[in-house]
Each structure stands twice: as structure tokens, then as C-alpha cells.
């Protein structure tokens, strides 16, 4: 492939923002072009061959910025090679058991269905009560949530080099 791979994600608190250039630092370290970037802030796909989207999720809802730019967008990311991955939750053992077995917000599925993404993926995301409301604090007293920063950076920089070498 020899145009750039683009790194697009939407985020609340940074939390995705931190996964997003994690797995372009993977990318760039695997010898790949690679831009990171918020995804309300993409303006064309045409530089690149290949797209990584992410999304914070709230609610099991992804960031309206994620689901814009894959509306807008869906036309564009049927030509080329996709990944997707979400980050939310917090708390130990494997992020898509926590969520049983949850991947993608279901009104999402029949977009990434005609794109046919190579991979979607979860991460475990990071809670820092300094940041959240009293309704976001709320919340999270009531579903139960751990506290903290649960991101794995092996396992983000693993499947970020892993796009690397299917792309080749």
C-alpha cells in the first residue's frame, strides 16, 4: 500500500485520544505514513488507503463525531481497508467478556456490515472522577464501574502492529 493510513477518533476526556496516537505510534513504528487525528477534523479520505475509526463509548453509544464521520463517510471506507475499535470499559478481565461479547453500538452494525471492517475491536478505557460531572459520577456509582486507567498499551500497540502487517 502506498498511500497514508489515517487514525480517526472521537473522545470525551482524552481517554481514545491516548489509544488513537498509541496505535499510530505502532504504525509509524512499523514503517507505515500514518495521520492521527479527531475525527471532526478529517476533511478528506482521498490521501489515504486505509482507515483506523475509534470511539469512546457512553451508554453503549459511540461519540456522535465517531458515528458522523462513518455516516458521512461510508461510501468512501467500502474502498478501503477498515479497523475499527471502541474503549469504555473499565475493570480487569478481557474488555469484550466485560461487555458479553459486545463490539460495535447495534444501530452501527449494518454501516460497519457494508464496509466490512478487517477487525473491531474494545479496549478497556480509563475513568478519572476529576474530570466526570456530578451526573457522569452518578452514573458510574449506579452501574457499579471500576476507577481508573485500565488501558492495556500491549495489547493496543499488538493489534496496531498487527493492521501493519496485514496492510503489507
Known amino acids: 500500500m502506498d498511500r497514508k493510513i489515517l487514525v480517526a477518533y472521537a473522545t470525551k476526556y482524552g481517554s481514545t485520544a491516548g489509544i488513537a496516537q498509541k496505535i499510530g505510534e505502532a504504525l509509524i513504528d512499523s514503517g507505515w505514513d500514518t495521520d492521527v ?11 489515504y488507503g486505509a482507515v483506523v475509526l475509534g470511539s469512546a463509548v457512553y451508554i453503549g453509544k459511540w461519540r456522535k463525531e465517531a458515528v458522523k464521520f462513518l455516516e458521512a463517510n461510508e461510501k468512501k471506507l467500502i474502498d478501503r481497508q477498515v479497523w475499527l475499535f471502541s ?8 474488555p469484550v467478556e466485560l461487555l458479553k461479547g459486545w463490539r460495535l453500538p447495534a444501530a452501527l452494525q449494518p454501516i460497519a456490515d457494508r ?7 474494545v479496549f478497556h478505557g480509563c475513568v478519572n472522577l476529576d474530570k466526570l ?3 457522569e459520577k452518578w452514573m458510574l456509582n449506579n452501574v457499579n464501574a471500576s476507577v481508573g486507567d485500565f488501558r492495556d498499551w500491549n495489547a493496543i500497540s499488538a493489534w496496531a502492529t ?3 502487517e496485514v496492510l503489507r
Open 133 to 135: 460531572n456530578f451526573t
Open 115 to 121: 464496509i466490512r471492517p478487517q477487525d473491531i475491536t
Open 162 to 164: 498487527s493492521i501493519g
Open 87 to 94: 474503549s469504555g470499559p473499565t475493570g480487569e478481565g478481557d
Open 37 to 47: 487525528l479527531p475525527a471532526n477534523r478529517v476533511r478528506t479520505l482521498d490521501l
